[in-house]
């Protein structure tokens, strides 16, 4: 009589036991028994191993929930300060203290070192501002700027220098990274700072895009 043996290859073995994950529950000293082998130390058990993946997925998941936890809080914080803001703005009389309650927020809210504010109009009551400018939506100077106006939308990161020479005038070199939000008909707004990461693309701009609709709206309130 001939007998016939039949090998099974690790895969074979791998994928049996994938169908039946209950299978140690009948041999439980296997589980104990089985070493595995780790890049980083020395061989455990099979039930140390899985107790140590175990503790590494919760740990995993604590800081990703500590992680969301902490976006959550910086996001209600912003959306209160957000909706402070637009109160605020519609609170003001005029063109120019709209203006300068914008300025205001942006540094002292929302963490500004450097905020400038270029209007393609001129505004009364400006004069004595250093953080504003007026330049005609056609004048050549706005050039750097043309597809950002265009577009309407906000710009997170280091700017060109020709763009931050125009915002910040001499002190250029002391931004590193700036958000600039353009406004339709209105303007542009540069929030400089000092930390190359403050500001960066891909970053989310609902909060920038918020106030510079509540800006618009409130400057819309002014005839001329």
């Not at 500001?199 to 106030?211: E, I």
Request: hydrophobic share 45%.
């Amino acid at each position: 009589m001939s007998e016939t043996t039949e090998k099974l290859g690790a895969h074979e073995v791998a994928a049996w036991l994938r169908r039946h994950p209950t299978f140690l529950k009948q041999f439980p000293d296997l589980a104990i028994s089985l070493v595995v082998p780790r890049e980083d130390g020395p061989a455990a058990s099979l039930a140390s191993y899985q107790l140590e993946v175990l503790r590494d997925k919760n740990r995993e998941l604590a800081r990703r929930l500590q992680e969301l936890f902490a976006n959550a809080q910086e996001n209600e914080r912003l959306a209160v300060r957000t909706h402070q803001l637009a109160l605020n703005l519609m609170r003001q009389d005029t063109p120019a203290t709209t203006l300068r309650a914008m300025a205001a927020t942006l540094e002292e809210d929302f963490q500004g070192d450097l905020v400038r504010i270029l209007t393609f109009a001129p505004v009364a009551g400006l004069d004595d501002a250093d953080w504003w400018q007026s330049i005609p939506a056609g004048d050549p100077r706005l050039a750097p700027f043309r597809d950002a106006i265009a577009d309407g939308e906000p710009i997170c990161g280091r700017l060109h220098p020709d763009k931050h020479a125009l915002l910040y005038g001499v002190r250029a070199d002391d931004v590193q990274s700036t958000a600039l939000l353009s406004i339709p008909g209105i303007g542009l707004i540069g929030v400089g700072s000092r930390d190359p990461n403050r500001f960066f693309p891909g970053m989310g701009t609902l909060f920038l895009r918020m106030m510079g609709e509540a800006l618009s709206v409130a400057l819309q309130r002014f005839p001329g």
